[in-house]
């Protein structure tokens, strides 16, 4: 009795196992033929954002947690200009001839951020000076809730383009933002510009890191140059007014400051910041030693110079082989003391030879200001000896004849 019902219970569990392994079959071979076997690659699988969450839901996100605390500053600057006395004079001859002091008063702006809670803001130090030898009368700071609150400038370093001012006692101050470590960063990574753009409030414009370590001689306003190193270069749009705002990364944190952009109609998309490890450690330097530094802590001889061509060779009337011409030499500076003019051809630095401007360049660099250099220079035909003590490089440096001649400033100040 028992061997009876048994029998009609395995015939009908095995039945189901055939139909069930059949119906798997037709399921796998429907949905993952595809997967494995001759000739056949593996099916593409989509990368799933952690937690859920997309980089624009991020960027979003590291866009609402800082904007508050970047901020729009304000400057009114009193100054003097030079208007033309002769139009005709002014149109044919650049500006060089006679003219007529006039007072001048102004406005300017840029972006800046919040970096402790003392009420320190960090900017640019072209930021809190004024062209043309003006002063500003009145430094205003506007928060993104619409206050304005005075400030005054602690400190900054013109060399770095970096600069701190404070707000005294503002109870609303946002959170400051955190520095990030620009060492880590990694080319292609997303880049977010926050600031006030030709004064157009909270201004969000996205990118990536570009590259790094970028060497930039910048023409400022006042008509001099300054040679910034180590940039870091960015795609994210940055534009007048742009300056010391923040450059943050996908998770909100600062990885640089906004400071220039090339200003050419063959470019797109190259913009410059100030790497964040550079503006912890000048920060840190100017809460230590408050004031203006102006120097680049690098010894100056004053002279601009040139690799020697036939037509350079042929000009001054140097036969020999090897040195770099004098072009120009700087009024006051250590080598116009010395007695060094242009068409001069240093031999020789300190015993040593060099085959191009760059790398003489850098060796004076490396100096420091008091250091002694010796010289080794022909001179109208005449081979002398100099001994030379450097000054310190300014960070502004006027541009030379040619690069006058040339007019073609490639990067701007925003």
Not at 17 to 30: E, H, K, N, P
Not at 199 to 228: A, C, H, K
């Amino acid at each position: 009795m028992v061997k009876n019902r048994i029998l009609p219970t395995l015939i009908v569990g095995l039945v189901g196992a055939v139909i069930g392994s059949f119906l798997m079959m037709l399921y796998a071979s429907s949905h993952f033929g595809g997967a494995t076997g001759p000739d056949r690659t593996p099916p593409a699988v989509a990368a799933v954002p952690l937690s859920g969450v997309s980089d624009q839901d991020r960027i979003v996100s590291a866009v609402k947690r800082t904007k508050s605390s970047v901020v729009a500053i304000t400057e009114q600057v009193n100054g003097q200009q030079v208007i033309p006395a002769d139009p005709f004079f002014q149109q044919f001859f650049g500006g060089q001839g006679p003219g007529i002091v006039q007072p001048y008063r102004g406005e300017a702006s840029g972006s800046g951020f919040v970096i402790d809670g003392r009420g320190d803001i960090v900017t640019n130090a072209h930021v809190l000076q004024p062209p043309n030898g003006g002063h500003v009368t009145k430094l205003t700071v506007v928060f993104a809730n619409g206050d304005h609150v005075p400030a005054h400038v602690i400190a900054y370093n013109l060399a770095a383009d970096v600069g701190i001012l404070r707000v005294d006692g503002y109870s609303k101050l946002p959170p400051p933002l955190q520095l990030a470590d620009s060492s880590r960063l990694e080319q292609g990574q997303w880049a977010i510009a926050i600031g006030e753009p030709l004064q157009l409030q909270q201004t969000v414009t996205v990118g990536v890191v570009s590259g790094f370590n970028r060497q930039e001689p910048i023409p400022t306003e006042n008509g001099g140059e300054i040679d910034f190193k180590g940039l870091l270069q960015t795609s994210a749009p940055i534009n007048p007014g742009n300056s010391g705002g923040p450059l943050i990364d996908i998770d909100g944190q600062v990885i640089g400051m906004n400071q220039s952009t090339v200003k050419s109609a063959y470019a797109q998309g190259i913009g410059f910041a100030i790497p964040s490890n550079t503006v912890r450690s000048v920060v840190a330097s100017l809460e230590k030693n408050p004031g203006a530094h102006q120097g680049t802590d690098t010894g100056f001889l004053g002279i601009y110079m040139a690799d020697l061509t036939a037509g350079v060779k042929n000009q001054i009337g140097y036969t020999g082989n090897g040195g770099i011409a004098v072009q120009q030499v700087f009024s006051g500076s250590p080598a116009d003391q010395a007695g060094i003019q242009p068409g001069d051809v240093i031999l020789q630095a300190d015993g040593k030879s060099f085959d191009s401007v760059k790398s003489l360049h850098d060796y004076i660099g490396g100096k420091k200001p008091g250091d002694t250099i010796r010289l080794n220079v022909w001179s109208q035909g005449l081979k002398k000896f100099v001994a030379i003590k450097l000054g310190e490089t300014p960070a502004e440096q006027p541009l030379s004849v040619q690069q006058q001649q040339q007019q073609q400033p490639e990067e701007q100040q925003p």
